[in-house]
Protein backbone atom coordinates (compact mmCIF):
# COMPACT_ATOMS: atom_id res chain seq x y z
CA UNK A 1 0.00 0.00 0.00
CA UNK A 2 0.94 3.30 0.37
CA UNK A 3 2.38 6.23 2.82
CA UNK A 4 -0.56 8.06 4.77
CA UNK A 5 -0.90 11.73 5.63
CA UNK A 6 -0.31 11.75 9.57
CA UNK A 7 -2.59 14.14 11.22
CA UNK A 8 -2.28 14.92 14.84
CA UNK A 9 0.09 12.01 15.62
CA UNK A 10 -2.21 9.72 13.71
CA UNK A 11 -2.53 8.59 10.30
CA UNK A 12 -5.25 8.47 7.94
CA UNK A 13 -6.15 5.27 6.27
CA UNK A 14 -9.49 4.02 3.68
CA UNK A 15 -12.59 3.50 4.94
CA UNK A 16 -14.57 1.19 2.44
CA UNK A 17 -16.63 3.06 1.08
CA UNK A 18 -17.98 6.84 0.18
CA UNK A 19 -16.20 8.56 3.27
CA UNK A 20 -17.26 11.57 4.88
CA UNK A 21 -13.95 11.47 6.97
CA UNK A 22 -10.69 9.92 7.92
CA UNK A 23 -10.26 6.84 9.74
CA UNK A 24 -7.43 6.38 11.73
CA UNK A 25 -4.51 4.07 12.10
CA UNK A 26 -1.46 3.96 13.81
CA UNK A 27 0.53 1.15 11.55
CA UNK A 28 2.70 1.92 8.76
CA UNK A 29 3.95 -1.77 8.22
CA UNK A 30 4.85 -3.00 4.77
CA UNK A 31 3.75 0.53 3.15
CA UNK A 32 6.72 1.97 0.63
CA UNK A 33 7.13 5.32 1.29
CA UNK A 34 5.26 6.57 -2.02
CA UNK A 35 2.10 5.85 -4.00
CA UNK A 36 3.15 5.85 -7.64
CA UNK A 37 -0.05 6.78 -9.71
CA UNK A 38 0.98 7.60 -13.44
CA UNK A 39 -1.22 10.69 -15.23
CA UNK A 40 -1.99 8.32 -18.93
CA UNK A 41 -4.75 9.76 -20.42
CA UNK A 42 -6.55 11.00 -17.49
CA UNK A 43 -8.36 14.45 -17.42
CA UNK A 44 -6.36 17.13 -15.99
CA UNK A 45 -6.88 20.26 -15.10
CA UNK A 46 -3.52 22.69 -13.83
CA UNK A 47 -0.43 23.11 -15.93
CA UNK A 48 1.41 19.66 -16.63
CA UNK A 49 5.00 21.17 -15.14
CA UNK A 50 3.68 21.67 -11.72
CA UNK A 51 5.14 21.19 -8.69
CA UNK A 52 2.46 19.36 -7.26
CA UNK A 53 0.24 17.17 -8.71
CA UNK A 54 -2.89 15.63 -6.78
CA UNK A 55 -4.55 12.14 -8.28
CA UNK A 56 -8.44 12.35 -7.09
CA UNK A 57 -10.21 8.82 -7.01
CA UNK A 58 -13.26 9.96 -7.21
CA UNK A 59 -16.86 8.88 -7.50
CA UNK A 60 -19.92 10.76 -9.05
CA UNK A 61 -22.64 9.36 -6.94
CA UNK A 62 -20.82 10.02 -3.62
CA UNK A 63 -21.82 13.05 -1.76
CA UNK A 64 -18.70 13.34 -0.23
CA UNK A 65 -16.60 13.57 -3.22
CA UNK A 66 -19.18 16.53 -4.22
CA UNK A 67 -18.56 18.04 -0.73
CA UNK A 68 -14.93 18.10 -1.90
CA UNK A 69 -15.64 20.02 -5.27
CA UNK A 70 -15.90 23.42 -3.75
CA UNK A 71 -12.37 22.88 -1.80
CA UNK A 72 -10.72 21.67 -4.89
CA UNK A 73 -12.02 24.70 -7.27
CA UNK A 74 -10.41 26.75 -4.07
CA UNK A 75 -6.85 25.32 -3.98
CA UNK A 76 -6.72 25.22 -8.36
CA UNK A 77 -7.46 29.12 -7.29
CA UNK A 78 -4.53 28.97 -4.78
CA UNK A 79 -1.98 27.40 -7.15
CA UNK A 80 -2.55 27.86 -10.32
CA UNK A 81 0.94 27.36 -11.94
CA UNK A 82 2.10 24.77 -8.92
CA UNK A 83 -1.03 22.46 -8.95
CA UNK A 84 -2.05 19.94 -11.34
CA UNK A 85 -5.94 18.38 -10.68
CA UNK A 86 -5.69 14.79 -12.01
CA UNK A 87 -9.40 12.50 -12.03
CA UNK A 88 -9.55 9.05 -11.41
CA UNK A 89 -12.80 7.10 -12.08
CA UNK A 90 -13.48 4.73 -8.63
CA UNK A 91 -17.42 4.36 -9.04
CA UNK A 92 -18.62 2.20 -5.95
CA UNK A 93 -20.95 0.07 -7.56
CA UNK A 94 -21.72 -1.48 -4.37
CA UNK A 95 -23.09 1.12 -2.75
CA UNK A 96 -23.59 3.69 -5.56
CA UNK A 97 -25.95 2.19 -8.23
CA UNK A 98 -25.65 5.16 -10.79
CA UNK A 99 -21.73 5.85 -10.43
CA UNK A 100 -20.81 3.67 -13.12
CA UNK A 101 -23.41 5.24 -15.21
CA UNK A 102 -22.52 8.57 -14.50
CA UNK A 103 -18.48 7.64 -15.14
CA UNK A 104 -19.51 6.46 -18.62
CA UNK A 105 -21.88 9.98 -19.37
CA UNK A 106 -18.69 11.78 -18.32
CA UNK A 107 -16.05 9.80 -20.35
CA UNK A 108 -17.74 9.87 -23.39
CA UNK A 109 -18.31 13.98 -23.15
CA UNK A 110 -14.74 13.65 -22.46
CA UNK A 111 -14.24 12.25 -26.10
CA UNK A 112 -15.66 15.38 -27.27
CA UNK A 113 -13.10 17.70 -24.74
CA UNK A 114 -15.83 18.40 -22.75
CA UNK A 115 -14.89 15.88 -19.74
CA UNK A 116 -14.15 19.15 -16.80
CA UNK A 117 -18.16 21.00 -17.92
CA UNK A 118 -19.73 17.79 -17.35
CA UNK A 119 -17.53 16.39 -14.44
CA UNK A 120 -18.60 19.96 -12.93
CA UNK A 121 -22.45 19.63 -13.92
CA UNK A 122 -22.72 15.91 -12.87
CA UNK A 123 -21.53 17.05 -9.11
CA UNK A 124 -23.74 19.93 -9.20
CA UNK A 125 -26.59 18.07 -9.60
CA UNK A 126 -26.28 14.59 -7.77
CA UNK A 127 -29.60 14.02 -6.86
CA UNK A 128 -30.27 13.74 -10.70
CA UNK A 129 -28.36 10.90 -12.02
CA UNK A 130 -30.49 8.89 -13.88
CA UNK A 131 -30.57 8.86 -17.91
CA UNK A 132 -32.68 12.31 -18.45
CA UNK A 133 -30.52 13.80 -15.84
CA UNK A 134 -27.12 13.11 -17.05
CA UNK A 135 -28.35 13.83 -20.93
CA UNK A 136 -29.57 17.18 -19.35
CA UNK A 137 -25.86 17.51 -18.06
CA UNK A 138 -24.84 16.65 -21.19
CA UNK A 139 -26.65 19.01 -23.73
CA UNK A 140 -25.42 21.84 -20.83
CA UNK A 141 -21.99 20.72 -21.29
CA UNK A 142 -22.40 21.19 -24.97
CA UNK A 143 -21.47 17.57 -26.17
CA UNK A 144 -23.23 16.80 -29.46
CA UNK A 145 -25.87 14.74 -28.18
CA UNK A 146 -25.85 12.12 -31.19
CA UNK A 147 -22.26 11.29 -30.99
CA UNK A 148 -22.62 11.47 -26.87
CA UNK A 149 -25.35 8.96 -26.19
CA UNK A 150 -23.64 6.98 -29.22
CA UNK A 151 -20.69 6.54 -27.09
CA UNK A 152 -22.67 5.51 -24.15
CA UNK A 153 -23.10 1.31 -24.89
CA UNK A 154 -19.30 1.54 -26.64
CA UNK A 155 -16.60 -0.26 -24.66
CA UNK A 156 -13.63 2.54 -24.09
CA UNK A 157 -14.92 4.15 -21.42
CA UNK A 158 -16.47 1.37 -19.54
CA UNK A 159 -12.71 0.19 -20.05
CA UNK A 160 -11.13 3.10 -19.01
CA UNK A 161 -13.04 3.41 -16.00
CA UNK A 162 -12.01 -0.14 -15.45
CA UNK A 163 -8.44 0.54 -15.66
CA UNK A 164 -8.92 3.25 -13.48
CA UNK A 165 -10.45 0.73 -10.39
CA UNK A 166 -7.87 -1.43 -11.27
CA UNK A 167 -4.99 1.56 -10.78
CA UNK A 168 -6.58 2.37 -7.39
CA UNK A 169 -7.06 -1.27 -6.06
CA UNK A 170 -3.45 -1.36 -6.72
CA UNK A 171 -2.66 1.06 -4.38
CA UNK A 172 -5.22 0.57 -1.55
CA UNK A 173 -8.34 2.36 -2.39
CA UNK A 174 -10.96 1.54 -1.21
CA UNK A 175 -13.21 4.74 -0.46
CA UNK A 176 -14.01 7.93 -1.95
CA UNK A 177 -12.66 10.81 -1.66
CA UNK A 178 -8.93 9.42 -2.52
CA UNK A 179 -6.04 12.11 -2.84
CA UNK A 180 -2.84 11.34 -3.80
CA UNK A 181 -0.56 14.48 -3.51
CA UNK A 182 2.54 13.99 -5.29
CA UNK A 183 2.48 9.90 -3.92
CA UNK A 184 1.12 10.91 -0.17
CA UNK A 185 -2.28 9.55 0.15
CA UNK A 186 -5.36 11.35 1.74
CA UNK A 187 -8.57 10.04 2.59
CA UNK A 188 -12.08 11.35 2.99
CA UNK A 189 -13.66 14.59 2.93
CA UNK A 190 -11.09 16.30 4.38
CA UNK A 191 -10.67 20.24 5.01
CA UNK A 192 -8.85 22.94 2.93
CA UNK A 193 -6.56 23.54 5.73
CA UNK A 194 -5.56 19.61 5.53
CA UNK A 195 -5.41 19.46 2.01
CA UNK A 196 -3.36 22.66 1.82
CA UNK A 197 -1.19 21.81 4.38
CA UNK A 198 -0.24 18.56 2.39
CA UNK A 199 0.22 20.42 -0.83
CA UNK A 200 2.44 23.40 0.69
CA UNK A 201 4.98 20.26 2.03
CA UNK A 202 4.86 18.76 -1.54
CA UNK A 203 5.59 21.80 -3.33
CA UNK A 204 8.22 22.89 -0.66
CA UNK A 205 10.15 19.40 -0.62
CA UNK A 206 9.61 19.91 -4.83
CA UNK A 207 11.20 22.95 -5.44
CA UNK A 208 14.32 22.20 -3.02
CA UNK A 209 14.67 18.61 -4.68
CA UNK A 210 17.31 20.26 -7.73
CA UNK A 211 14.49 18.63 -10.19
CA UNK A 212 13.26 20.56 -12.65
CA UNK A 213 9.82 21.24 -12.47
CA UNK A 214 8.89 19.64 -15.79
CA UNK A 215 10.36 16.86 -14.66
CA UNK A 216 9.51 16.27 -11.11
CA UNK A 217 6.85 14.33 -11.09
CA UNK A 218 7.83 11.76 -13.50
CA UNK A 219 11.15 11.44 -12.25
CA UNK A 220 10.93 11.56 -8.56
CA UNK A 221 7.45 10.32 -8.14
CA UNK A 222 7.18 7.80 -10.54
CA UNK A 223 10.87 6.71 -10.39
CA UNK A 224 11.12 7.38 -14.00
CA UNK A 225 14.27 8.15 -16.00
Known sequence: MQRWRPIVGVLITALAGCSSSPALTDSLAGQPAVAKVPIGPSPVRG??????????????????????????????????????????????TDIHPDAQA???????????GDFWPMHDL????QAALGSQGLQAD??????????????????????????????????GVSATPTFVINGEVVVGAVSLAVLQGVIEERRAAAQQSGVSRARYYDQVILGGP
Open 102 to 112: AAIAAECAGEQ
Open 138 to 171: AQQAGVDLTSWQACLTTEGPAGAIAADVALGLSI
Open 122 to 125: IYAN
Open 47 to 92: PSDAWVTMVEFGDFECPYCGQEEPIIESLLQAYPSDLRLVFKNFPL
